[in-house]
């Protein structure tokens, strides 16, 4: 079989597996948590394509979540059909990339980070004042909700994440974005129009972090409208990326897998020392795998290798 | 590489078993006749809100044991008195969990009733997963009207509203004597639901009671600087100010109000000081405030002794958080409708709390059709140390005490 | 007239935000460790002096030195137990693997502290707490008076040590080029270790103040969001900075509240960092790299 077919069918395999498994799932509970893991999955994978592979640390991905979300369920909740909510909601995300990002991107490093930190503050503090109350489904949608349009829109969702950003790091425009994070100087030296470039990242990466928030104002029935400011929005999607492995396309999804699977088994079974576990877990993950969880199979093999190579050895001086 | 990616595989279908194993996790659920009835709640055991949540989660676990003590609650459908279990599970403070614990206490737990957890945030989230659910939600710590008037039919909320919190305000200045009754208020403006409705209903029933609302400043739950707010005030000559702040806010206004020496009559502070170690924190300063008094150990409610002394055995402690008391009086609320309601069925459960008329310990209860419960207006000022109950129509233990200026005290 | 008692009250909470902000500086701007749980240890120095005055009497500020010493040793432990193995990781790496580790520890800190000492919020009240002196109309609270000048102490103090004695200049010598450190001779193991550990019991200093406002367990992540917009605005490396730009972050938001309403304070602080990072992007007071 040819190398591209075969390469295609596990993933063709994943995704239609991923279609049925409502099929197995019985009960809210199952489809609300895969649901959760499926948004984080999208907002790590969209801030790993600016972050991970383009070197750009944002640390103000809540302002666009929340941007999604807040003008998805303003015009949803108003009245307009969904789909055009949800896309102008990725839209207005996309819109503050741009004013935001191309005076932003001049920066560099640290100044980027906290630059962009202060635009989630501000975002969430005018949230905060601006929209003060809860935002409640009304009454006809509350009594329709069902959970099976809203997994396979996280589905649907994350899904062209993972594909938009597969596709961009495997062109010219990935070498591109990983030019830049090797060596800004270098790159720009080599002729990489730097600024077009992390613009690019920042307008995809906002655009699906735009949908997710739009899917959040879907799936929740009310929420004080606040909720997507949050800046934990801005730490979670770096730190998942960062412990599954930043800058791979595998690193997002296992470190989702990871935080959210954890987390939850620990809240239910550990009680009140619940998130001190966690947080001594994750630690420990760090320190033993400084290159992220995806380093894990290069480590082991690392240390079969060497204890392969240390009996060898042995073996011949006798 | 290739052995990299099947290890990398290996190891995500290892986590996919993890979430089926999560049914197996907190709850067990048994099938045929029911040997107990099982109700759900999630708290806020951990996080910014813990300090509430811990006592809300505290009020629950006594009631359900004094239930118990008691043989449980007679079910006609089985001719029996079947013990309550109630389980507890931690949001976090964070209301996005809220939604999947809640979740789980319905597809996985089973239960056929939810006990709210702490705080608005937190609550909205859950009770709008009560209604979509069509699961009955009994909770308490939230106060903002709107939330209440989307149409719900399955949630309910025995405790002190927005508008019973300014009435009873109100009536608290009403008990002053014509001398020393503050005239001009002012409203120091939470920018949140509950404290814009707060001030809605100071404008409200000041112009029918003959107060007059002299100003109004906002200000947000990040503020951490008072003193603008303060010299207006000052300024303006007001008697009287009314907010509603949490900590560490309840804590620096009073601070900063001493700095700028500003000493109106009456201060009402809702929330903040009814934490029961204001004083411990604040010390003298404390005095005067008027603050929620939703419950207080020394109300004379039917049921409250035993609370009090039970609690006080077991956690050795004198001071019982507010919210003990009014988690312990959620929970009567939902006992005493079940047995009403005959069933374990969530729908005559819930019409069964339509019909709610029991006096709990912390005073009688109804609920009007929105589901917000008519309970008595109270509220307390701390006085030497001691929260006392100043206003409410059974019991109060003191009078309305107006302050001094800060160099007579 | 009203403007001034603002701007009392600005330097005052300016100065506060310098004493957190200092410790961060030496941490993260020199010895590169991106220490999110810095708001956690300012916390933690706040629980000391607090439980120091209502178990054993002692005044916050006279407690001072013994809180230092106890956050030192805690330093000195974190260190060598979690950031020494990041000595020689590169910039980009030291920083990730600090945060993560930062940011798990703030999970543990946080939670020991509920567990501990419950979420209740705490306030150490002395007999002096709210007494204020009059300064031309304006009232001046004698606590504030205090804070100000630990800052200048403190902040310009940890400056010249680090310009004039010789271990503080090591200190430099390693975040500039930590192999040609090395060679020269500089203990750059024990240095980093105490370094560290200086770092953190300058939080204490902060935290003696921040326990006589409130203190609970949650307070750290606002504490360490806000240090660290104060070294970015100072410039990465600056520790003199530290004062004035803590001081221009208080003042601008206590002002504003006269303009925009104590609610939006926030947002105006915020725009100002902005536009002095579009504007200044090394901050105001970084004299480029180096001293």
């Given at each position: 079989m040819p190398l591209k077919l075969k390469k295609t069918i596990a993933p063709g395999l994943v995704t239609a597996f991923l279609f049925c498994l409502p099929l197995f799932l019985s009960g809210d509970y199952y489809l609300t948590m895969v649901c959760s893991l499926f948004l984080y999955v999208t907002i790590s994978q969209s801030w790993n394509l600016l972050g991970g592979y383009t070197g750009q640390i944002n640390v103000g991905q809540s302002a666009f979540f929340g941007t999604g979300a807040l003008v998805a369920r303003l015009l949803w909740t108003g009245g307009l059909p969904f789909i055009p909510a949800l896309l102008c909601g990725a839209f207005s995300s996309v819109l503050l990339s741009l004013v935001i990002g191309i005076p932003a991107l001049r920066l560099r490093g640290h100044y980027f980070a906290i630059g962009t930190l202060a635009v989630a503050w501000i975002a969430f503090l005018l949230a905060e004042n601006l929209f003060p109350g809860v935002?409640?489904?009304?009454?006809?949608?509350?009594?329709?909700?069902?959970?099976?349009?809203?997994?396979?829109?996280?589905?649907?969702?994350?899904?062209?994440?993972?594909?938009?950003?597969?596709l961009v790091v495997h062109s010219r425009m990935g070498l591109a974005m990983e030019a830049i994070r090797e060596d800004e100087e270098a790159a720009q030296a080599s002729g990489v129009n730097m600024t077009k470039y992390k613009v690019i990242a920042f307008v995809i990466s906002s655009f699906f972090v735009g949908l997710a928030g739009g899917a959040f104002a879907y799936f929740h029935v009310s929420y004080y409208w606040y909720l997507p400011f949050i800046l934990m929005w801005c730490f979670e999607p770096i730190l998942i990326t960062f412990i599954g492995g930043a800058g791979t396309l595998?690193?997002?999804?296992?470190?989702?897998?990871?935080?959210?699977?954890?987390?939850?088994v620990f809240a239910l079974t550990l009680g009140e020392v619940n998130v001190l576990i966690f947080g001594a877990v994750f630690i420990f993950i760090i320190l033993f795998f400084p290159k992220g969880i995806i380093g894990v199979p290069e480590k082991l093999q690392e240390h079969l290798s060497k204890k392969a190579k240390s009996r060898q050895s042995a073996r011949q001086k006798v | 590489m290739r052995k990299g990616n099947f290890i990398t595989a290996a190891g995500i279908l290892s986590f996919s078993l993890v979430f089926l194993l999560l049914p197996f996790m907190g709850g067990q659920s048994y099938g045929g006749a029911p040997e107990k009835i099982k109700v759900g709640a999630s708290v806020a055991l951990t996080g910014k809100f813990a300090g509430g949540g811990v006592d809300v989660a505290d009020g629950y676990k006594l009631a359900q044991k004094h239930i118990n003590e008691d043989g449980g609650i007679y079910v006609k459908e089985y001719d029996k008195k079947l013990p309550i279990e109630i389980i507890i599970?931690?949001?976090?403070?964070?209301?996005?969990?809220?939604?999947?614990?809640?979740?789980?206490?319905?597809?996985?737990?089973?239960?056929?009733?939810?006990?709210?957890?702490?705080?608005?945030?937190?609550?909205?989230?859950?009770?709008?997963?009560?209604?979509?659910?069509?699961?009955?939600?009994?909770?308490?710590?939230?106060?903002?009207?709107?939330?209440?008037?989307?149409?719900?039919?399955?949630?309910?909320?025995?405790?002190?509203?927005?508008?019973?919190?300014?009435?009873?305000?109100?009536?608290?200045?009403?008990?002053?004597?014509?001398?020393?009754?503050?005239?001009?208020?002012?409203?120091?403006?939470?920018?949140?639901?509950?404290?814009?409705?707060?001030?809605?209903?100071?404008?409200?029933?000041?112009?029918?009671?003959?107060?007059?609302?002299?100003?109004?400043?906002?200000?947000?739950?990040?503020t951490s600087d008072f003193s603008s707010l303060i010299m207006a005030a000052k300024a303006a000559g007001c008697d009287a100010v009314f907010s509603v702040p949490t900590p560490p806010q309840s804590m620096t206004l009073i601070k900063q109000m001493k700095e700028l020496g500003y000493a109106p009559p009456v201060t009402c502070f809702i929330r903040g000081p009814d934490l029961s170690n204001y004083w411990e924190v604040m010390g003298k300063d404390a005095n005067y405030i008027l603050t929620c008094g939703e419950w207080s150990p020394d109300m004379k409610y039917p049921g409250n002794e035993r609370l009090v002394k039970d609690f006080r055995e077991e956690k050795k402690t004198e001071i019982i958080g507010m919210q003990v008391g009014c988690g312990y009086g959620a929970v009567q609320v939902l006992a005493d409708a079940i047995e009403r309601g005959g069933t374990l069925d969530s729908k005559a459960i819930r019409d069964a709390l339509t019909k709610t008329d029991m006096v709990t310990v912390r005073g009688h209860v109804t609920f009007d059709e929105r589901g917000i419960g008519m309970v008595p207006y109270s509220l307390c000022q701390w006085q030497n140390g001691k929260l006392e109950v100043v206003t409410n129509p059974d019991h109060t233990t003191?009078?309305?005490?107006?302050?001094?200026?800060?160099?007579?005290? | 007239m009203e403007i001034g008692q603002f701007i009392i009250y600005g330097i005052i909470n300016g100065s506060i935000y310098a004493l957190v902000a200092v410790g961060l500086a030496l941490i993260m701007g020199i010895m590169g460790i991106f220490y999110l749980a810095h708001g956690c240890m300012a916390m933690i120095g706040a629980y000391i002096s607090f439980w120091l005055f209502q178990d054993a009497g002692l005044d916050p500020f006279l407690s001072i030195p013994l809180s230092m010493g106890i956050l030192f040793i805690i330093g000195l432990a974190?260190?060598?137990?979690?950031?020494?193995?990041?000595?020689?990781?590169?910039?980009?790496?030291?920083?990730?693997?600090?945060?993560?580790?930062?940011?798990?520890?703030?999970?543990?800190?946080?939670?020991?502290?509920?567990?501990?000492?419950?979420?209740?919020?705490?306030?150490?009240?002395?007999?002096?707490?709210?007494?204020?002196?009059?300064?031309?109309?304006?009232?001046?609270?004698?606590?504030?008076?205090?804070?100000?000048?630990?800052?200048?102490?403190?902040?310009?103090?940890?400056?010249?040590?680090?310009?004039?004695?010789?271990?503080?200049?090591?200190?430099?010598?390693?975040?500039?080029?930590?192999?040609?450190?090395?060679?020269?001779?500089i203990n750059v193991d024990r240095t980093m270790l105490i370094a560290f550990g200086i770092g953190m019991s300058l939080t204490a200093i902060a935290g003696a103040i921040i326990s006589q406002y409130s203190v609970s367990p949650s307070i750290g992540l606002d504490w360490v969001n806000k240090s660290l917009i104060i070294v970015v605005l100072a410039g990465v490396g600056s520790i003199g900075g530290v004062f004035y730009a803590g001081l221009l972050l208080g003042v601008l938001e206590s002002v504003s509240a006269y303009f925009v309403g104590v609610h939006y304070t926030g947002v105006v602080s915020l725009v100002i960092l902005l536009l002095i990072l579009v504007f200044r992007p090394q901050g105001i007071f970084a004299k480029g790299a180096g001293i």
């Amino acid at each position: 079989m040819p190398l591209k077919l075969k390469k295609t069918i596990a993933p063709g395999l994943v995704t239609a597996f991923l279609f049925c498994l409502p099929l197995f799932l019985s009960g809210d509970y199952y489809l609300t948590m895969v649901c959760s893991l499926f948004l984080y999955v999208t907002i790590s994978q969209s801030w790993n394509l600016l972050g991970g592979y383009t070197g750009q640390i944002n640390v103000g991905q809540s302002a666009f979540f929340g941007t999604g979300a807040l003008v998805a369920r303003l015009l949803w909740t108003g009245g307009l059909p969904f789909i055009p909510a949800l896309l102008c909601g990725a839209f207005s995300s996309v819109l503050l990339s741009l004013v935001i990002g191309i005076p932003a991107l001049r920066l560099r490093g640290h100044y980027f980070a906290i630059g962009t930190l202060a635009v989630a503050w501000i975002a969430f503090l005018l949230a905060e004042n601006l929209f003060p109350g809860v935002t409640f489904l009304p009454g006809k949608y509350v009594a329709t909700y069902s959970l099976l349009p809203r997994y396979y829109l996280y589905l649907v969702i994350m899904l062209s994440t993972i594909l938009v950003v597969f596709l961009v790091v495997h062109s010219r425009m990935g070498l591109a974005m990983e030019a830049i994070r090797e060596d800004e100087e270098a790159a720009q030296a080599s002729g990489v129009n730097m600024t077009k470039y992390k613009v690019i990242a920042f307008v995809i990466s906002s655009f699906f972090v735009g949908l997710a928030g739009g899917a959040f104002a879907y799936f929740h029935v009310s929420y004080y409208w606040y909720l997507p400011f949050i800046l934990m929005w801005c730490f979670e999607p770096i730190l998942i990326t960062f412990i599954g492995g930043a800058g791979t396309l595998w690193g997002p999804i296992i470190g989702s897998f990871c935080y959210v699977a954890l987390k939850e088994v620990f809240a239910l079974t550990l009680g009140e020392v619940n998130v001190l576990i966690f947080g001594a877990v994750f630690i420990f993950i760090i320190l033993f795998f400084p290159k992220g969880i995806i380093g894990v199979p290069e480590k082991l093999q690392e240390h079969l290798s060497k204890k392969a190579k240390s009996r060898q050895s042995a073996r011949q001086k006798v | 590489m290739r052995k990299g990616n099947f290890i990398t595989a290996a190891g995500i279908l290892s986590f996919s078993l993890v979430f089926l194993l999560l049914p197996f996790m907190g709850g067990q659920s048994y099938g045929g006749a029911p040997e107990k009835i099982k109700v759900g709640a999630s708290v806020a055991l951990t996080g910014k809100f813990a300090g509430g949540g811990v006592d809300v989660a505290d009020g629950y676990k006594l009631a359900q044991k004094h239930i118990n003590e008691d043989g449980g609650i007679y079910v006609k459908e089985y001719d029996k008195k079947l013990p309550i279990e109630i389980i507890i599970y931690d949001d976090e403070s964070d209301p996005n969990k809220t939604v999947a614990r809640l979740e789980k206490l319905n597809s996985v737990d089973k239960v056929v009733a939810y006990l709210g957890g702490f705080s608005s945030a937190m609550n909205t989230a859950g009770l709008a997963i009560a209604e979509k659910n069509k699961v009955p939600w009994v909770g308490v710590t939230i106060a903002a009207e709107g939330v209440f008037s989307q149409g719900f039919k399955y949630t309910f909320a025995p405790c002190m509203f927005s508008f019973m919190e300014v009435t009873a305000f109100y009536d608290a200045l009403d008990s002053l004597p014509e001398s020393q009754r503050p005239k001009k208020i002012a409203n120091f403006e939470l920018q949140s639901d509950w404290g814009i409705e707060c001030g809605k209903y100071l404008k409200e029933f000041g112009q029918k009671r003959g107060y007059e609302i002299t100003l109004t400043e906002k200000y947000a739950k990040g503020t951490s600087d008072f003193s603008s707010l303060i010299m207006a005030a000052k300024a303006a000559g007001c008697d009287a100010v009314f907010s509603v702040p949490t900590p560490p806010q309840s804590m620096t206004l009073i601070k900063q109000m001493k700095e700028l020496g500003y000493a109106p009559p009456v201060t009402c502070f809702i929330r903040g000081p009814d934490l029961s170690n204001y004083w411990e924190v604040m010390g003298k300063d404390a005095n005067y405030i008027l603050t929620c008094g939703e419950w207080s150990p020394d109300m004379k409610y039917p049921g409250n002794e035993r609370l009090v002394k039970d609690f006080r055995e077991e956690k050795k402690t004198e001071i019982i958080g507010m919210q003990v008391g009014c988690g312990y009086g959620a929970v009567q609320v939902l006992a005493d409708a079940i047995e009403r309601g005959g069933t374990l069925d969530s729908k005559a459960i819930r019409d069964a709390l339509t019909k709610t008329d029991m006096v709990t310990v912390r005073g009688h209860v109804t609920f009007d059709e929105r589901g917000i419960g008519m309970v008595p207006y109270s509220l307390c000022q701390w006085q030497n140390g001691k929260l006392e109950v100043v206003t409410n129509p059974d019991h109060t233990t003191a009078k309305v005490v107006p302050a001094p200026p800060w160099d007579q005290r | 007239m009203e403007i001034g008692q603002f701007i009392i009250y600005g330097i005052i909470n300016g100065s506060i935000y310098a004493l957190v902000a200092v410790g961060l500086a030496l941490i993260m701007g020199i010895m590169g460790i991106f220490y999110l749980a810095h708001g956690c240890m300012a916390m933690i120095g706040a629980y000391i002096s607090f439980w120091l005055f209502q178990d054993a009497g002692l005044d916050p500020f006279l407690s001072i030195p013994l809180s230092m010493g106890i956050l030192f040793i805690i330093g000195l432990a974190m260190y060598k137990g979690l950031f020494s193995s990041m000595k020689a990781f590169s910039p980009g790496q030291k920083i990730r693997n600090s945060m993560l580790v930062s940011f798990g520890l703030v999970l543990i800190i946080e939670n020991m502290a509920v567990l501990i000492w419950t979420a209740n919020e705490r306030r150490v009240s002395t007999d002096y707490s709210g007494l204020t002196f009059d300064l031309a109309g304006l009232r001046v609270p004698y606590i504030g008076v205090v804070t100000v000048i630990l800052a200048i102490l403190v902040v310009f103090g940890l400056h010249y040590f680090l310009k004039k004695t010789f271990f503080g200049r090591s200190i430099w010598a390693i975040s500039q080029d930590y192999q040609c450190a090395r060679l020269m001779g500089i203990n750059v193991d024990r240095t980093m270790l105490i370094a560290f550990g200086i770092g953190m019991s300058l939080t204490a200093i902060a935290g003696a103040i921040i326990s006589q406002y409130s203190v609970s367990p949650s307070i750290g992540l606002d504490w360490v969001n806000k240090s660290l917009i104060i070294v970015v605005l100072a410039g990465v490396g600056s520790i003199g900075g530290v004062f004035y730009a803590g001081l221009l972050l208080g003042v601008l938001e206590s002002v504003s509240a006269y303009f925009v309403g104590v609610h939006y304070t926030g947002v105006v602080s915020l725009v100002i960092l902005l536009l002095i990072l579009v504007f200044r992007p090394q901050g105001i007071f970084a004299k480029g790299a180096g001293i």
